[in-house]
């Protein structure tokens, strides 16, 4: 079992930074690949970015690229996903996952989810 427990959502104005935080704990966090997804209200969770076990490689969702940054520091048993620019259209509930294996996209590909972290972007 791995735990996940989110932290750094909030309230920003448009073109704002935020960083978020996962913060795991039970097995070796080192082996397991992460992810970041969001949830805003009234649609259906979706992909942001991903990360591989050793933090190597990484994949985002077009409508991120370039914006946001997904890192992780294995001693730490943490990731993280630093937020620039941020647009009004960013607003969601943010989640952290965890999968055995390779960096993916899907969420029916993760085993482990966090209960997310809420961030408003206000215009």
């Known amino acids: 079992q791995v735990q996940l427990v989110e932290s750094g959502g909030g309230l920003v104005q448009a073109g704002g930074s935020l960083r978020l935080s996962c913060a795991a704990s039970?097995?070796?966090?080192?082996?397991?690949?992460m992810g970041w997804f969001r949830q805003g209200p009234g649609k259906e969770r979706e992909f942001v970015a991903t990360i591989d076990w050793s933090g190597s490689s990484t994949y985002y969702a077009d409508s991120v690229k370039g914006r946001f940054t997904i890192s992780r520091d294995n001693a730490k048993n943490a990731g993280f996903l630093q937020m620039n620019d941020l647009k009004p259209e960013d607003t969601a509930v943010y989640i952290c996952?965890?999968?055995?294996?390779?960096?993916?996209?899907?969420?029916?590909?993760?085993?482990?989810w966090g209960q997310g972290t809420q961030v408003t972007v206000s215009s």
């Open positions: 996952a965890a999968r055995y294996g390779n960096l993916a996209l899907l969420t029916t590909d993760y085993s482990y």
């Open positions: 039970g097995r070796t966090f080192s082996r397991y690949a």
